[in-house]
Structures are given as structure tokens and as C-alpha cells.
């Protein structure tokens, strides 16, 4: 069971430009990453990571949305970025290709909840179920594919257990 927040409950503003559709669906990867932000608890601060996580996508860096496709708070809740139909902008080379999952929090250091990692996995199913994901999908994390350290050491060790992790793309 997957408890989604709508971009309406969020607050999300509307994209500055037309979303492109996915060019392969179902995605054959799932890209795993972390806001590197403040962890949140609660609907109401999870709902204003988003809309600042999308206010500094749209006007930092001159996005047309928020990157990801979905934001997975420390509540337990899936908060729809631009869900799973449409491209992100999360992995450079995998946008077309990919679902791009984040964690609202930094994990270098800091375990995700574990409200956190259920609804994650949750989403995965959730997506393999309903023909979003390939059923051999590759799930990797951020940093296999990008030089960067998301989604932090201590979220890609787990991530590393999990089913459909990949060593490589």
C-alpha cells in the first residue's frame, strides 16, 4: 500500500513548460538519490520540502518542474513530483530511461525512517504491479551513474540489498 500526496496537497506550483513523456515505458531503471536537505517527519514539513525543492529547481536551475519523480518523505508518504509518466531531470543520460526516486533528507551519516524505506519499496511493487517498471527493472543509486555522493553512504549501503539493485547499469 502506497500513500500517495497529489502535487495539489503538496502545494506544488504548475510546471513552467510542457512535461515530455517518458521515451521508454515501462522504465527499465529506477534512479535512487537523496535531496541532501533536512529530514522531515510530518506531512506539513515534508509538504514544504517539496515546494522549496521545486522553487529552487524552477528558478535556480531554470527547470520547467521539479526534478524527480517522486519524493519519498520520512512520514512514510510518496509525494508525486512529476510522477510516472513524464521525464525528470534527476540523472543526466537516464532521464529519458528512468523513475528518478528521491529521499527527502541527507543519509551520509543518518538512516533513512524506516516509514521511509517501506514506502519505497512500496512504490517499486507499486510500480512492477501497475506496469510502470519493467519486471527486471535496474535499480540504481544516483551516484553509479552521476559524480556525485547521493543518495549518501549509509542510504546506498541499504540500497544495495535490496532486489533489483544493479552493480551496474
Not at 519524493?71 to 543520460?93: K, M, P, Q
Request: hydrophobic share 35%.
Amino acid at each position: 500500500e502506497v500513500n500517495f500526496v497529489s502535487r495539489l496537497n503538496w502545494g506544488a506550483q504548475p510546471p513552467t513548460g510542457p512535461p515530455k513523456p517518458l521515451a521508454v515505458l515501462p522504465s527499465p531503471y529506477v534512479i535512487i538519490s537523496h535531496t541532501a536537505s533536512q529530514p522531515c517527519l510530518t506531512p506539513t514539513q515534508c509538504s514544504q520540502a517539496c515546494r522549496e525543492i521545486q522553487t529552487y529547481h524552477i528558478e535556480s536551475k531554470s527547470w520547467n518542474d521539479i526534478a524527480y519523480n517522486f519524493l519519498v518523505g520520512g512520514d512514510g508518504n510518496v509525494y508525486v513530483g512529476r510522477g510516472w509518466d513524464v521525464e525528470g531531470a534527476h540523472t543526466y543520460g537516464f532521464n529519458s530511461k528512468s523513475i528518478g526516486i528521491t529521499f527527502i533528507g541527507t543519509f551520509s551519516n543518518a538512516l533513512p525512517t524506516e516509514q521511509q524505506l517501506q514506502a519505497a519499496q512500496s512504490l517499486l511493487e507499486f510500480g512492477v504491479e501497475n506496469g510502470k517498471l519493467t519486471a527486471e527493472y535496474k535499480l540504481l543509486a544516483h551516484r553509479q551513474v552521476s559524480a556525485t555522493i547521493s543518495p549518501g553512504e549509509v542510504l546506498y549501503r541499504i540500497i544495495q540489498t535490496w532486489p533489483h539493485w544493479s552493480a551496474k547499469p
